[in-house]
């Protein structure tokens, strides 16, 4: 008689565990993205020819006195160079920022929840020049959050992520949604980053998964049988 590996099977459902457990996790926001990325996420380049490099998840809704897209800009010397995962984006000219008046800019971005099992809060982190003063879910200036130094302290926002936000998901509903990044600038350029980061349940799901089947590997063979010619 051969021998039985009952311990397959039990790694076989382990798998069907984490399928499930991953599977189960809130999908999340559709469309939204980092500043500065295509519609696969991967970052944009500023122009070497031409022509603007635009983004086409953010517009510049509100500020004196311009309103339309963004472009890709080169970072100065003084902002926090781009990744991997996102660019800046600001007022500009073939991918060089320009000096603007005074005021608020609004940088909106769209995106949406498809069903309420998705909606979920949204976190990540920033930096901006001059300094993003409030950050408001769906056009809603009553549930605005209101960010603490240092990156309210001008001249300390765009040398590197000060700042982390969180809006909770009681912020949003089923549908289109909106986010509007409210930028400060006092009469230079104006520019934005943004990444967002991970929905924590959905990591939390995935990495219990893991756990199960590092748990099934190094379990004792107990479950073998070996049977006799």
């Known amino acids: 008689m051969p021998f039985i590996r009952r311990a397959a ?53 509100a500020n004196p006195p311009l309103t339309g897209m963004f472009e890709v800009l080169n970072p100065f010397d003084s902002w926090v160079g781009d990744d991997s995962a996102s660019s800046w984006i600001g007022v500009g000219n073939l991918g060089n920022a320009t000096a603007e008046s005074a005021g608020k800019y609004d940088y909106q971005t769209s995106f949406m929840f498809t069903s309420p099992a998705d909606i979920t809060f949204i976190a990540g982190q920033l930096a901006a020049d001059n300094a993003v003063t409030e950050i408001i879910p769906d056009e809603i200036p009553a549930n605005a959050i209101f960010l603490n130094p240092p990156c309210s302290v001008p001249g300390t926002c765009f040398t590197g992520f000060l700042t982390s936000f969180e809006l909770p998901a009681g912020d949003f509903t089923v549908g289109m949604n909106t986010l509007d990044f409210i930028v400060r600038n006092d009469g230079s350029e104006t520019g934005l980053r943004v990444e967002f980061v991970p929905e924590p349940p959905t990591l939390a799901l995935l990495g219990s998964g893991l756990l199960l089947l590092g748990l099934v590997r190094h379990r004792p063979r107990a479950g073998r049988v070996v049977g006799r010619p």
């Open 9 to 61: 099977s039990v790694t076989s459902a382990a798998a069907l565990t984490l399928v499930a457990l991953t599977g189960s996790s809130n999908a999340g926001p559709t469309g939204l993205f980092n500043t500065g990325v295509n519609s696969l996420g991967v970052p944009l380049t500023p122009p070497t020819i031409a022509t603007d490099t635009v983004d086409l998840h953010y517009t510049l809704v």
